[in-house]
C-alpha cells in the first residue's frame, strides 16, 4: 500500500540558509499535518491543511511556512535556520481531519541537520 | 505544559512478560485515543486505537485499557518479544479542532530483554 512520501530524507544546511521540506500524502488523502520531533522527544504539532487551506496551527515558529497544493502535496519552507531547528520533520495525512477517528498515517520522516 | 501525560518514561521487561504503559489526559474534548511505536529513526506508526464509549480493546497482543471518567487509559502488551522493543507513544485527538491534531504524550522507551 502507498504511505507518506517525504523528500528529502537527509538535509544539511548552514545556520541562516533556507531549507524546503516536500510530502506527498497517500492518495485520496485530504489533510495533511507536520510535526517536528526533537532526539528523544514527542512530535510536536506544527500546522495541517484541509483541501489545500491551512486547517489548525500549532508551535510553528514565524520563520517557517507551510502549504498545500492542488494535487495535495504539502511543502515545509524554514527559513533563516537555527541550530535548535535541527530535528526530524515528520509529514503525515489522513482522509478529512474533521472526523477524529480517521487514522493518520507519518511519513518516514526528512532529518534536518543545521550547522 | 503537556496535555497527554505518559509514564513511564523508560521500561524494562523480560521476553514474554507484560509490558504496561499509562497516559492521562485532561481535555475532555478528545475523543479519540491511539496508540503508535516508533523505531529509531522512522516514522510512527499505529499500533491501537480506542474511543471513549469502549473501556477495552485488543488486538492480537495489544489492549487498550479506558477509564472515562479517570481519563486514563493504558496499552497492554502481552508476550513481550524483543522485537517490540521500541518507544511507544499515546496520543489524543479532539473533535473540536477541524484540523484534529494529535496530541502525543512524552513517550515510553520499551526494552524487550531476550
Known amino acids: 500500500a502507498a504511505g507518506v512520501i517525504q523528500s528529502p530524507r537527509h538535509l544539511i544546511k548552514e545556520k541562516r540558509e533556507t531549507a524546503t521540506l516536500k510530502c506527498y500524502p497517500i492518495?485520496?488523502?485530504?489533510?495533511v499535518y507536520w510535526y517536528q520531533q526533537g532526539p528523544g522527544q514527542d512530535p510536536q504539532f506544527l500546522i495541517s491543511?484541509?483541501?489545500?487551506?491551512?486547517?489548525d496551527k500549532g508551535s510553528i515558529p514565524d520563520r517557517f511556512s507551510a502549504q498545500q497544493f492542488s494535487d495535495y502535496h504539502s511543502e515545509l519552507n524554514m527559513s533563516s535556520l537555527e541550530l535548535g531547528d535541527s530535528a526530524l520533520y515528520f509529514c503525515?495525512?489522513?482522509?478529512?481531519?474533521?472526523?477524529?477517528?480517521?487514522?493518520?498515517?507519518f511519513g518516514e520522516g526528512s532529518w534536518l541537520t543545521v550547522v | 505544559q503537556q496535555q497527554v501525560k505518559q509514564s513511564p518514561q523508560s521500561l524494562i521487561v523480560q521476553k514474554g512478560g507484560i509490558s504496561i504503559i499509562n497516559c492521562a489526559y485532561e481535555?475532555?474534548?478528545?475523543?479519540?485515543f491511539p496508540w503508535y511505536q516508533q523505531f529509531p529513526g522512522k516514522g510512527p506508526a499505529l499500533l491501537i486505537a480506542?474511543?471513549?464509549?469502549?473501556s477495552e480493546k485488543k488486538e492480537g497482543r495489544f489492549t487498550i485499557s479506558f477509564n472515562k471518567s479517570a481519563k486514563q487509559f493504558s496499552l497492554h502488551i502481552m508476550d513481550s518479544q524483543p522485537g517490540d522493543s521500541a518507544t511507544y507513544f499515546c496520543a489524543a485527538r479532539s473533535r473540536e479542532t477541524s484540523g484534529s491534531r494529535l496530541t502525543f504524550g512524552e513517550g515510553t522507551q520499551l526494552t524487550v530483554n531476550p
Open positions: 480506542i474511543r471513549p464509549d469502549v
Open positions: 503525515a495525512s489522513s482522509e478529512w481531519g474533521g472526523n477524529s477517528g480517521n487514522t493518520i498515517y
Open positions: 492518495p485520496r488523502h485530504d489533510t
Open positions: 491543511f484541509y483541501e489545500k487551506m491551512q486547517s
Open positions: 481535555n475532555t474534548a478528545f475523543d479519540y
